[in-house]
């Protein structure tokens, strides 16, 4: 099913809740009176980078019993998603569905990756998913054992329970799987300052799993959605589409990757994040505060996670135009700048990237962090 949307053209009257990303605590109490604090901040955003031993070293408390309630949740649902032998935090019960021993086997190769990072899994990984592949398909396992083959074997196993995949591929440093039941398409007609975009959004509904950075984050932080060179794709229920979250945070993100694909075909995942998060900076307006406090917490240079790169990056260039500073971490600061002038800043700061970019062309593949 189609139907044509003119999305508004001046997106900068939008504010943004945040980037591509959903966050949500109602799973855990609310806060009580405590003595001992975890710094919730910096351990999700271990978890969201991959780095689930440094988001557990910061766990390690003295006494739980001077923790508070929600804290206390925390530190028990990554223990026991983590610190067990098996998982018994309850996930493979709340997602349950069609494909339930194919999940296993990527829940299994996720807990390896995180918490054995010195020991690569990939490979390892590869030959057990051709395998399980070849005995439900009837296919010899070494005639898939490369990606293509992988792929095409993992969305033919999935469309024969009924359901939908990206296929084989990865978020990040880990091999991811995300799967949905339902999907339909819609045209946006928009505006990203003077670039016109005319896509097709795929609303994906009724998700199996949204991956590794979900099982990482116990829910809290997933992607929302995602672009190729075909179009958009949106976790339909992360959004409300009249709000500004949808229509900057998703829609202008993803229409900056979108156009990207095209003007810089092999440009890195670092650099194109950086663009996309400019974008949103340069049109947000009333949670402008908030998407700079996420991008400020989940910053690493030194990450292999291009979202991590990208958040350090923009907000340096951001600093270095508004403060004269390498990396403002203090969001009072920011507000002395205020919105419009941190929109302008953005803006500034895009269009230099676009036009140095340009003249290296169209082939090029790193600027932000060359190697």
Known sequence: ??????????????????????????????????SVKL???????????????????????????????RDRGIKRNFENRFLRDDDLSGYAD?????????????????????????TPADSAFGKSLAEFLSLRLNTAAE?????????????????????LSTGFGRTGKFLDLLVWRTQYDTLYNFCIHDDTVSVKVVFMDGFVTLGWEEY?????????????????????SAYDLQSENFLVSYLAHEGRHYKDYKLFPVLSGADLEYRA????????????????????NNANYESSNSHSVANYCAIRDLSRELFSADFEKDIEKWKTAGVDAINQAAYKILSGNTEALKKLGRNVKEYIKPK
């Open 277 to 296: 998060k400019l974008t949103e900076l340069s049109l947000a307006n009333k949670s402008i505060y908030d998407l700079l406090k996420f991008f400020i």
């Open 39 to 69: 710094d919730r901040q910096k351990i999700f955003a271990f978890a969201l980078d991959g780095e689930i031993k440094k988001a557990l070293q910061l766990l390690e408390v003295p006494d739980t019993n001077l923790l508070g309630e």
């Open 216 to 236: 990482a984050t116990f829910g809290i932080s997933y992607p929302g959605g995602w672009a190729d060179s075909t179009g958009l794709y949106c976790v339909k």
């Open 143 to 163: 005639r898939i054992m490369n990606e293509d083959s992988l792929s095409a074997c993992l969305l033919r196993y999935i469309k024969s329970k009924n359901l």
């Open 94 to 118: 709340s997602h349950k569905s069609q494909i339930d021993s194919l999940l296993a086997l990527f829940v299994s190769y996720w807990r390896a990756s995180f918490l054995h990072p010195e």
């Open 1 to 34: 099913m189609k139907k044509i949307i003119s999305a508004i053209c001046v997106l900068a009257f939008f504010a943004v809740v945040h980037p591509a990303k959903i966050f949500s605590f109602a799973a855990y109490p609310a806060p009580s009176q405590d």
